[in-house]
């Protein structure tokens, strides 16, 4: 009887930290995703691949697309090699919060100049049934501050979070894909704001090295609203400016389920009643 009661009580507070605890935190590292320099907690998916694993009771989609070398810097549709990769982008979703990660060679601070291009914002693209749609309905600004010589796109900002159309992007202008890019100047954010931290990140992620930035994204569930009764995808996407590497992470919206404690509430009772009777 003892014991059972304390499997019990180690049962709901198991779950009770599983489910109320924040379980990413927004500062640029990625050991709150289950990775340390490889691309998925159980290896490195070859340094190509998308997928889900389970980390620390979230259910993480990913996509890997690692430019190691060679192919004249190709990284699809067009060139740069690292400084030009985008590698690896992480999305989840707890109770309360979407958290997005995002692994990249492009440094944070290019300036568009001299054939140079900055980054470009979070896409986010709600859809329903099998093939995404290609419109795209909310956008998460990247800084983008250059003031001086100050690394200024490296810290922990607050950002915008902006309902958008496709009018409101600027679009892949070299490489013919329907990829959009960032968003344009002069839009509304919504009320709500996104946090966001970039950093440098390991010198060596996958089976490359190199520099490489974290990018890592939190916003409040709330923000989306009916978008997600309506939908049942997502797909996140970030490339630069010049869309020489863009990558696209796809994930399930999540279902409202009833909270963990009223489900306990329902079935531990019975539980425990089934397994006292049974010994006696
Ligand atoms: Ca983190
Ligand atoms: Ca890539
Ligand atoms: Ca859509």
């Known amino acids: 009887m003892?014991?059972?009661?304390?499997?019990?009580?180690?049962?709901?507070?198991?779950?009770?930290?599983?489910?109320?605890?924040?379980?990413?935190?927004?500062?640029?590292?990625?050991?709150?995703?289950?990775?340390t320099n490889q691309w998925t907690p159980s290896g490195n998916v070859n340094g190509q691949g998308a997928g889900t694993y389970q980390y620390n009771g979230l259910n993480i989609y990913y996509t890997v697309?690692?430019?190691?070398?060679?192919?004249?810097?190709?990284?699809?549709?067009?060139?740069?090699?690292?400084?030009?990769?985008?590698?690896?982008?992480?999305?989840?979703?707890?109770?309360?919060?979407l958290y997005i990660a995002l692994v990249t060679g492009h440094d944070p601070n290019t300036k568009q100049a001299g054939g140079d291009y900055a980054a470009g914002d979070f896409a986010l693209n709600f859809w329903?049934?099998?093939?995404?749609?290609?419109?795209?309905?909310?956008?998460?600004?990247t800084p983008h501050q250059f003031s001086g010589g100050n690394p200024a796109n490296i810290g922990l900002f607050t950002t915008g979070v902006y309902q958008t159309t496709n009018g409101d992007w600027l679009k892949d202008p070299f490489w013919h894909t329907q990829a959009v890019t960032s968003l344009k100047?002069?839009?509304?954010?919504m009320s709500e704001k996104a946090t966001m931290s970039i950093q440098q990140g390991p010198e060596k992620m996958g089976a490359g090295s190199g520099q490489h930035w974290i990018y890592e994204v939190s916003v409040a569930k709330s923000v989306f609203g009916a978008l997600l009764k309506n939908n049942d995808?997502?797909?996140?996407?970030?490339?630069?400016?010049?869309?020489?590497?863009?990558?696209?992470?796809?994930?399930?919206?999540?279902?409202?389920?009833?909270?963990?404690?009223?489900?306990?509430?329902?079935?531990?009772?019975?539980?425990?009643?089934?397994?006292?009777?049974?010994?006696?």
């Open 233 to 280: 995808e997502l797909n996140v996407s970030w490339t630069m400016n010049c869309a020489n590497d863009v990558i696209t992470v796809e994930d399930d919206v999540p279902v409202d389920e009833p909270p963990v404690w009223a489900l306990l509430g329902l079935t531990l009772p019975a539980m425990f009643w089934r397994r006292r009777r049974s010994v006696r």
């Open 185 to 189: 100047g002069g839009l509304t954010p």
């Open 65 to 97: 697309e690692d430019y190691i070398s060679g192919n004249g810097g190709r990284v699809d549709p067009g060139y740069g090699g690292q400084a030009y990769d985008a590698e690896a982008l992480y999305v989840t979703w707890d109770s309360t919060n």
């Open 128 to 141: 329903n049934g099998t093939s995404p749609d290609s419109n795209y309905e909310v956008g998460i600004r």
């Open 2 to 35: 003892k014991k059972l009661l304390t499997l019990s009580l180690a049962l709901i507070s198991g779950l009770g930290l599983n489910s109320a605890a924040n379980a990413i935190t927004v500062d640029g590292g990625l050991s709150d995703w289950g990775l």
